[in-house]
């Protein structure tokens, strides 16, 4: 793995999926440690929002001290990614059901569907990992959309609690880095 993720740029988007940030914390030093030059970047409320999970300060803190570099988390941060075609790859860990509605319907008005989107117009990949309780509900369509355009792929994912959450669907984290190959 090290050799196809050395000194690839990466950039390592994560919305607001909280429970799932260690988990993707977990991803993002396995493919630092793989040699890739990672570029953090946080949707506003990701960045901003405490929960019972992280205070926003720390989870800042993380990420960063895993990129080495500061966080983008303005529109105005994130729209230089395409035109100085910044990144090899654009990773969305975890990524939610309402990033992912707003990438299937074009919507670019957060720091996160805004990279993806200045991204995508070179023609480069978007990896999803999807955390969302309504992945085989309302968001199946939107999830299915993105499958079919070009330039969408998705880390392996599964229903992660189907008795008390039958809707919900989870990326499996740990995949992140085989799913960047």
Do not use: W
């Not at 793995?1 to 260690?22: H, N």
């Amino acid at each position: 793995m090290a050799d196809l993720l050395k000194g690839a740029r990466i950039g390592c988007a994560m919305t607001g999926s909280f429970c799932m940030f260690e988990k993707t914390f977990e991803a993002f030093r396995a493919l630092r440690a793989a040699g890739a030059e990672l570029t953090p970047i946080m949707s506003e409320n990701a960045y901003g929002l405490d929960t019972r999970f992280y205070s926003a300060p720390l989870a800042r803190e993380i990420f960063e001290g895993i990129c080495g570099c500061a966080i983008l988390h303005t529109i105005p941060d994130v729209e230089p990614i395409g035109p100085k075609k910044l990144f090899d790859l654009l990773i969305v860990a975890p990524a939610t059901g309402n990033t992912i509605a707003k990438l299937a319907g074009g919507i670019a008005d957060t720091s996160v569907t805004l990279a993806v989107k200045s991204h995508l117009r070179n023609g480069n990949p978007a990896l999803l990992a999807v955390s969302t309780n309504d992945g085989l509900a309302r968001n199946a369509k939107n999830i299915g959309s993105l499958m079919a355009m070009r330039h969408f792929y998705f880390v392996p994912y599964s229903q992660d609690a189907p008795e008390g959450k039958p809707a919900s669907v989870v990326a499996h984290m740990s995949l992140i880095p085989e799913a960047a190959e």
